[in-house]
Structures are given as C-alpha cells and as structure tokens.
C-alpha cells in the first residue's frame, strides 16, 4: 500500500474514466483502501428508504469514491503535477514537481 500524497481539502482534476476532466475538492479519503470522495464527481442514483431525516424516501444522487490514481493534483495556476516532498527549515512540505512551489 503507497502514501497517499493528496490531502483532504485539496483540488484535484479527474485524469481517466467516465469524469474524466471534471475537477472538485477532496471530502474525504480513505486511505487502506486507496481511494477518494470528490466534490462532484462520480456522482451515483442511491435508493433510500424513509427515515427521520428524509420521511419521504427516494432516490438520492451522492458522490461515490474514486481512486486515488485516477485523480492529479491542481495547482493555485490550474495545472496538474505530481507531488513531492522535501524538507524546507527542518520541516516537511509538501511540493509541485511541475512548478516546484510548495504546495
């Protein structure tokens, strides 16, 4: 199992599959498994039953997780990079091996 090197909060571009170029902010990841809840993307018809939050039941559009490798990281300029890591005044940061800014 890799490090996932996207973290929750950051922008991110779908680079294959069936929302390919669609963009949003990750929500939430889970890392054994390898894969990402997207804002937007890979949104799927759920079927729910009434409950006391929604009495009347119904079908739900929601996102569904991604993996994490169908996914890149945007940078503040909007273009994709892989990401590094390297150690700037005793701390780990995180940066754009495209542009080389930290992240």
Request: no cysteine; net charge positive.
């Given at each position: 199992?890799?490090?996932?090197?996207?973290?929750?909060?950051?922008?991110?571009?779908?680079?294959?599959?069936?929302?390919?170029?669609?963009?949003?902010?990750?929500?939430?990841?889970?890392?054994?498994?390898?894969?990402?809840?997207?804002?937007?993307?890979?949104?799927?018809?759920k079927h729910m039953k009434?409950?006391?939050?929604?009495?009347?039941?119904?079908?739900?559009?929601?996102?569904?997780?991604?993996?994490?490798?169908?996914?890149?990281?945007?940078?503040?300029?909007?273009?994709?990079?892989?990401?590094?890591?390297?150690?700037?005044?005793?701390?780990?940061?995180?940066?754009?091996?495209?542009?080389?800014?930290?992240?």
């Amino acid at each position: 199992m890799k490090k996932i090197k996207i973290k929750t909060g950051d922008n991110v571009k779908v680079i294959t599959g069936n929302n390919k170029g669609s963009e949003g902010k990750v929500l939430k990841i889970v890392s054994d498994k390898n894969r990402l809840l997207v804002e937007g993307v890979n949104m799927v018809k759920k079927h729910m039953k009434p409950n006391a939050q929604n009495p009347q039941g119904g079908i739900v559009e929601k996102e569904a997780f991604i993996h994490v490798s169908n996914v890149s990281l945007l940078t503040s300029s909007g273009e994709t990079t892989k990401v590094g890591y390297r150690i700037d005044d005793n701390k780990k940061v995180r940066f754009s091996k495209k542009s080389n800014e930290v992240i």
